[in-house]
């Protein structure tokens, strides 16, 4: 089964998130339960130092009963599970707990451990050592604290009990306090904690799936749909770019990825066209120029004849007219399929240019156009077979004068393509202009805007020789403005076999 891609990204990130929360979660947990016992550690030890201060007049003259009194009322209070009080050797002398007195403890167990550690009693212990968490006979979780009762000059001079002045400890506070209220705040803290962590998985689940939608998804889905498109080989698909982003980065990319197919594929069916009509045309020619040439050697005989006979004569002129027509018709079918592939020279192209201008002034003169050149001066030497660039200026220069009427304007420059390794022929002309739908054809084979004038040949012929040359030709022609024909040439390398090396 297929995973979108944005689903596993919100199932990343999702994981993601709830381990980082769940960690975040179990230290905060722990951290406040580690707050609470230090708490509720330094309460107790504060109980146990009242307590030690509440009792010890009644210890320096020895009244048991207000002792055991205070222990027993004390111990009765909520959260207090047991008040013990030990003598030096071990043995319980007061305490909270019925039938407890006069029992011994085991120094080694829980509550002595930490100050007879070291096989003698330790005067000092800081709190978190002194105390100590356990499970009760009940199961419930009890915090135990021991403070050292300290020998003081009072204990050593009292009349009643009097203690050696070299002893140090003389007994220990035990005091046990219920962590149960402690446990029901960690309780209530863990399920707030533990919604507080769903609903911010939750939240950011919602906000990566938004986010992931709108960011990824979206623009995923358009280019699928795009790319589907251009399969079914529609190549004027294109991808509107919204964002700066590596997706806007693929969408422009699709963008000029489907302009380019398109291009190739307009040339690709231009070159078939081409070389289709290009073996029509080669036929064509060969069956019609014998039989040509002979209804022209034939007029024209009849002719001479028919000096005498103006009516002859005037209808034979025109079969010699029109036949003369066909003949360069047929010329055209010849050149147009004897194309053969660029024979690359070191060329001047400016020169090229002048060379195309020298063969139709005399056209120009009469049609009374008017031509400039504008030549660009450092121009580097182009590998090109320069006839063949000749033949195209020479066919965009007739079709311009063509296109303009009397006192009409053409203007010829050649330069530099901006950031391009390449060279760039201009033609531009002030004629009547192409119509929008009449440009996707012009280069095509015996397709013409002259109407009977034209063969629909010079273009589709010049198309051939650029291509053959690896440049490019492109129109931009307005109804009543004119038309901008620009041929682009690549700086190209000279044969070899031109320059005379192997």
């Known amino acids: 089964m297929r995973t979108r891609i944005g689903t596993q990204l919100i199932v990343g990130a999702g994981a993601v998130s709830a381990l980082t929360v769940g960690a975040l979660s179990l230290w905060l ?23 030690k201060s509440a009792t010890l007049h009644d210890m320096l003259e020895n009244r048991r009963d207000n002792i055991d009194r205070q222990v027993d009322t004390i111990g009765r209070q909520q959260g207090i599970v047991a008040v013990r009080i030990y003598n030096k050797e071990g043995r319980i002398v007061f305490s909270s707990v019925k039938g407890e007195k006069g029992q011994a403890v085991d120094k080694r167990a829980e509550a002595c451990y930490a100050c007879h550690a070291e096989g003698r009693p330790l005067t000092r212990l800081p709190i978190p050592e002194r105390a100590r968490v356990f499970r009760a006979s009940d199961g419930q979780a009890v915090l135990g604290i021991i403070n050292p009762i300290h020998n003081q000059a009072s204990c050593v001079s009292a009349e ?3 203690h050696r002045a070299e002893d140090t400890v003389l007994g220990i506070l035990d005091l046990s306090m219920s962590l149960t209220e402690v446990d029901r705040g960690i309780a209530l803290s863990q399920r707030r904690i533990a919604l507080a962590a769903l609903l911010t998985v939750g939240l950011s689940g919602l906000i990566l799936w938004w986010l992931n939608r ?3 998804v979206r623009p995923v889905a358009v280019l699928a749909a795009a790319t589907r498109r251009v399969a079914d080989g529609d190549l004027t698909t294109r991808i509107p770019v919204s964002s700066g982003d590596e997706l806007g980065a693929l969408a422009r990319a699709f963008n000029e990825m489907t302009g380019r197919l398109a291009e190739d594929q307009r040339q690709l069916t231009q070159a078939e066209k ?10 064509v020619a060969h069956e ?4 040509l040439t002979g209804v022209l050697s034939y007029s024209s005989l009849l002719l001479k004849r028919a000096q005498n006979d103006p009516d002859l004569r005037s209808d034979l002129e025109v079969i010699v007219r029109e036949t003369k027509r066909c003949r360069e018709i047929v010329k055209g079918l010849l050149n147009f399929a004897r194309q053969s592939p660029p024979h690359r020279q070191p060329t001047d192209l400016n020169e090229v240019v002048r060379l ?4 139709v002034t005399n056209q120009l003169a009469l049609d009374r156009v008017s031509l400039s050149l504008d030549l660009a001066l450092d121009l580097p030497q182009l590998a090109a077979d320069a006839n063949q660039l000749q033949q195209v200026v020479v066919n965009l ?6 296109a303009v009427e009397a006192s009409g304007t053409i203007r010829v420059l050649t330069r530099r393509a901006a950031g391009q390794d390449a060279i760039e022929i201009i033609v531009e002309d002030s004629g009547r202009g192409i119509a929008a739908e009449q440009l996707p054809h012009i280069f095509e084979p015996f397709f013409s805007t002259k109407g009977p004038r034209g063969t629909g040949l010079g273009l589709a012929v010049s198309w051939g020789i650029v291509q053959g040359h690896g440049g490019t030709i492109h129109v931009v022609s307005r109804i009543g403005e004119g038309s901008r024909f620009t041929v682009r040439l690549p700086l190209g390398k000279p044969d070899q076999r031109a320059s005379g090396t192997q």
């Open 29 to 51: 947990l722990r951290t406040h339960r580690t707050a609470l016992l230090a708490e509720l550690q330094r309460s107790a030890d504060q109980l146990s130092e009242t307590i």
């Open 160 to 162: 009643c009990h009097a």
């Open 214 to 216: 709108r960011l990824v």
């Open 274 to 283: 081409l070389a289709s009509v290009g073996r029509l045309a080669a036929g």
């Open 288 to 291: 019609i120029n014998n039989p």
């Open 356 to 359: 195309a201008v020298a063969i």
């Open 397 to 402: 220069l007739v079709n311009a004068a063509d």
